[in-house]
Every structure is written in C-alpha cells, then in structure tokens.
C-alpha cells in the first residue's frame, strides 16, 4: 500500500497550466444524454500524461526508463453537466509535490467558459523494479523535476 | 449546479449493504497490467443502480418514472492494485441522507478479503421534466425510500 | 431487427472523406502495451458522428429531430499495433447508401502515413417515434443527403 | 503485419462452448438508452480470455509464460438492442484453427433467448520474445492445445 509522505503538508507550488482539449463523444454519453462521469476520470489521466509529455516524459520516454505514476486518490466535483460534442479544455496544474508523491488538479472548462467539473489525483512517482508488470517503487522526487513545472 | 442541502450534516445512516460482484478484464488494466482506475468508478456507477434495483427501483422503473440520480462529486482511494481475473464485490451502502441528495460508500474488496479501494459518490435524487433528456429537478427524499435501505 | 434493403448492392459512393483526429491514451492501451481493440469502435462512432456533424447534422440537431443512426454491423481488420501517445487520422467516407441503411468505412492512418485499421460500419438511418428512447423507425434517405456527401 | 495461414480454410472444428455471462449497465449505454455497440467487443475480449482461462491459460499463466492473443480482425451483427440491466449470455466456441491464428465465434443471447448479437474475433497465437511490451511471435498452435477445447 501507498502512503503519502508528510511532506504533502507543504505549502502550495506555483504550477504552469498545461491545457488538453477534449470533445464528448455519442459513446461517453449515458441514456440521460449527458457525460457519464468516469469519463472526467478518464480525462484527468490523459490529461496527467500529456502534462508529463510537455516537458519531455513522453509515453516512450517513461516506458523506457521504466517510469510510472501509479494514483493513490482522486476525486471530482461535478459542477455543470457536459453534451455530446461539447468542447472543453482539461486545465491542469501541480497543486503540491511530496517527497515520492505529488497532487494534480484539473478544471474542466467549455470553450464558453463554464467550469464543468474540478478535481485532483494524488499520484506517486515510481520505478519498476524490473520493467512494466514489475513490483514499482516509488522515487525521490527530484528539484530538477520540479522546476519542469514551475512557472517561469 | 447542483448544491447539497445541510441536512448533509446529519448523523450516520444505518444502511443495508448491497454486493455486487466484479472480475477485472483484459482491457480494463492499463500498460502496467493493473487496472485502469476509472474502471473503480464505473464500478461505483453499477454498484449503486444494483442497490437501487434491490429495493425495487431497477433501471426500467427509474426510466419510466423519470428519475435519476446524477453526480454532485465522487473520490476513491486507491489501496491496492487489482489484476487482470481478480474477483471483487463491490459493498455499498447510504452513509448519508440529504434532503434531496445522499451519499453513497462503496468498498471494493477482493476475494481473498484485501481491500482494493475505497470510495464515494455523492447523488442528488431527481426527476426529468418531461422524460430522459429534458430538464432535472431535485426531488425530496422521502422517509419510505429511506426505509427501503435501513438494516432490519 | 433491422434488415438493410437490397439497394445495398448498388455501385459504390463517390464520397468525399471526413477526417478525425486521435491520440491514443494510457487507458485505451491494454496489458501488452498497444491498442485496447474495442478503442477503435468508439473512434469509428465518434469519426461518423462527426462527419455528420461536419455536414450540418450535429449532435444537438440530432437530437432535437429525433434522428439516429444506430448499428447494424461493424467490422475491423487490426494491421499494425498503436501505441500510447501514437497520432492518427480516422479517414471516413460514405461506401454505399441503400434505402434506409448505408456503409461508412474507415482508415485509421497514423502521423508517419502507416495504416493501423480499416473498418466499417453498417447503419439505419432512422426517427425516434416520440424522442429518445422510443421505438425507431428507419427512414428513406432523401437525395438531398446523400448529396451532402458527394465529392464536389 | 499479421496474415493468415492458409490452414484457415480448413473445415470447421467441433468446438465446445464456454460461457461468459454479462449485465448490461447504464454507462455501457447511449443516450438512445440502448448498448453502445463498442461494448460488444469488450464482452468479446473478456470472453475470449474467459474461455481460455476456462482449460488452464487463465490470465496468471499467459503472462508467466509471455503468451498473448492479438487480434487480426473482429466483426459484429447487431440484432436485437440490449437495454440497461438486460443480462445476458456470450456463448463463444473456436470456429476455426490456422497453423498459428483461430477464429473464435460469440453470440450474445438474452436470458429470455432473443439473440442480442453475432460475431466473431481472428487472433494469432503468439508469444512475447521478451515479456510483455516486446515484440511478439506468432507460435504454432499444438495438437494438445486444440484437443483442450474438442467436444468430449
């Protein structure tokens, strides 16, 4: 099991804002016509990958080096219900970083500007042992990592 | 939006619990080989229409009364990695009654009692105007509804 | 059950090509590594939505006639694995029309010109009688669709 | 790319049927309140590894022993839609084996015998050269490995 280091306590990071636009699909759509809401979950974790791959922790890059960031939470708030083929951009920022672990939150916004849902994941930041399928452990999260994703 | 009554505050329900059993698949765990984490809410999702079903109100009753139960906020926490075949159940139960919305708790525990994730969903109890698709009101959550879920 | 008319053996469709683009995500990847097959389903539905939105017949005029185009075959040849992060196009185009019913093929082409799939979904245009959720009934499609779609 | 021995025109094999039951839930449904088709193909999947698991390569065993099953093509008859809460019955048999790919056959048949849905999945039998995540090699399939799934 996971457990989060007492560092999570610190104060807030001043996070760039990376932006992953999404459309709601016919498929993502329940029999109320509206967003089924594992779909926001769905969309927090790409958009987590494609925050990681914009300073150069691409999918193949992590692969290779046998890096992961495996969830210990998370969470959303539903504010407005999204449409099928609304458009709207995943706003995401690193909200605290801990010694191993680290908290994303993500705001959902329609290209109108109506904040859809708001939410976080704690994730760790971890290496397999031996390759993916592999026993993973976590890793000290580094400043050189760090300042990737501060404001500059 | 949606906004959750005081009553929110009151003591604890003493809920029935309701199972519903799970196996993770193949393309429901992710490039590490464990599950993908969504799929806990798309878990949580089903597990409340079976609670629902159990007490009388299955999925063809709601839509032909009109109601609905949509999300004002979920979260999990993630305890445990589940694997491709690993059988779960799903135990839920009402921890809270609002007066027009409810919280739901869901663990998911494997079969060899290891408890995978932790979670819960916060619904509001509401009716379409006219029909699926058209506008929802939030309804007040009556005493026999709840009695429907208290231990006996 | 739907049965597509015997207009289907008509000559082929001189279509123009709708294009969608995607990325494959983390959680459409499956323990090997690569493309969680049923991932290119939800592409080919979204691509025909949207080649229809890209005609005029959008999701939310979808829904206020009362139209729908639901299944009743799809098929998919898998010629090169995706893997997370890949960029393809899902190049659609009209095949054929028949009466009520009519065949969308599509390509899935990769940034780098590789074919990943090539499929194709058989559907029923048709009205909902009374709005979403009530019996559909396929309806005979005008000329003036299927010009919607022709090469200009 | 993958293709297909010629042994796939061989005559067909008398298969026993493995059985996969599935219930249809709300987020596996559109806003026609009816299956989203994409799910039949999960359901494929999951009942693919289901019958396989069924005489002994259960999930544990083809990743201990680096085996895998990609898909070279998969189809779909839709006939009767499924709507939420409708339990059903994946009854897949081997229709076909090649010298190193088979055709597995499923149809989706509702508890109260309306069949639901019709297809069929072509996979290659194939073997990581160094675990998961490394090229795959198609393997010859055995004798000893068709005789597990012969009527007996």
């Given at each position: ?6 560092a ?14 999404v ?7 329940d029999?109320a016509g ?12 790409a ?11 691409h ?5 290779a ?6 969830l210990?939470?998370?969470?959303c ?6 449409e ?24 959902v916004?329609r ?33 050189g ?8």
């Amino acid at each position: 099991m996971l457990i989060l280091s007492g560092a999570m306590a610190e104060q807030e990071f001043k996070s760039s804002v990376a932006v992953f636009p999404v459309q709601l699909q016919w498929g993502e759509c329940d029999p109320a016509g509206i967003i089924f809401y594992p779909t926001y979950f769905r969309w927090f974790d790409a958009a987590t990958w494609n925050m990681f791959a914009g300073v150069g922790y691409h999918a193949k890059r992590m692969r290779a080096e046998h890096l992961a960031m495996p969830l210990v939470a998370a969470d959303c708030q539903f504010k407005h219900p999204a449409e099928q083929q609304d458009r709207a951009e995943v706003r995401s920022r690193i909200q605290r970083w801990g010694g191993k672990s680290f908290v994303v939150t993500h705001d959902v916004v329609r290209e109108d500007g109506v904040l859809l849902a708001q939410g976080s994941e704690t994730r760790v930041w971890g290496r397999y042992e031996n390759g993916p399928g592999t026993p993973l452990k976590g890793q000290a999260i580094s400043d050189g990592l760090k300042a990737l994703f501060a404001i500059r």
